[in-house]
C-alpha cells in the first residue's frame, strides 16, 4: 500500500465473511471470497496475534475474549451437520485481551473480559481459510450494544497502538448484508442500488479525505445512497468503522466481487 509505512504495513483489514458456514462448504456462490481469504495470507506478514471485531456480537459494554483456549460458538442455524462439526482450535490471547482493556480504560471507555465465550463463525470460518494451522492466537472485540457509528470509530481509535504491532486487526462483517436480497445460489444479479452504495463506501474509504472527513461521513453512512436496503441493520457495517477508527488513514480496495450473488468488498488499511 503505498500510504503505508514500515511500521503500519496495512495490518488493519475489513472484509466480507460470507454467508455462515458456506465458504468452509465450498458453496459456488463464494468461490470469489474463498480465493481472496486463500491469498490474503500471502500478502500479509504472519501476525503474532489477530483480533477480530465480529458482526456477530454485541454487548452493553465493548467485551473482548479472554480464554486461553477458546471453544467455537456455531452461531447460525439450518446448515448440514458438518457444519457443526467444524474445528478451528486456535489458542486464545489473554494477555492481549489485558492490554486491550488497558488500552480502552486509558481513553476513558469501560469494557470487560469475557472467559468463557468462544469464537463465533465471523472469526473461524475467514480464519480456518487464511490460517488452516489455527497455530496463532486470536481474541475476539464485541460491538457496542446500541449500534452508534460513533462509539465504534472511538472504539477503534482507542486500540490504535495495536496497529503499531505484529497484529492482525479483523472487521468481520459484509458490505452488503440484506438478508432477503441474496441470491443463495451462483448466480449474480445486477443491482444498481447496492453498486451505488458499494461506490460510496469506497470513495469514502480510499479518496483524498481528510481523517475528519472520513468519519463524519462514516458516521453519517445512512445518508449514502440506498444505505438501509444494503443494511437494513448495520451490525455487519460497524467493524468497518472500528478498522477506520484505529487505522486513521485511508485504505485501498483489495476485494471487489460478488457473494451469494451480491457485491461486496474489502478494505485494506493502514
Sequence with gaps: MADCSEKRPGNIIYFSHGGGPLP????PSHAAMIAFMKELPR???KPEAVVVVSAHWEEPLP????AEAPSLFYDYYGFPKEAYELQYPAPGAPRLAQTMQRALQEAGIASRIDERRGFDHGLFIPLKMMYPDADIPMTQLSLIRGLEPQQHIALGRALRSLADENILIIG???????MR???WDSSNQEDPANDEFQ????DVCTGDYSSSEREEKLT???DAP?????HPREEHLLPLHVCLGMSGQKARLVFDDHILGKRAIALQFC
Excluded: K, M, V
Design 24 to 27: 468452509i462448504l465450498g458453496d
Design 43 to 45: 500478502q500479509l506478514p
Design 63 to 66: 467485551t473482548i475474549i479472554g
Design 172 to 178: 468481520s462483517g459484509f458490505s452488503f448484508h440484506n
Design 181 to 183: 436480497a441474496f441470491t
Design 199 to 202: 461506490e460510496w463506501l469506497i
Design 220 to 222: 453519517a453512512w445512512t
Design 226 to 230: 440506498h444505505a438501509r436496503y444494503c
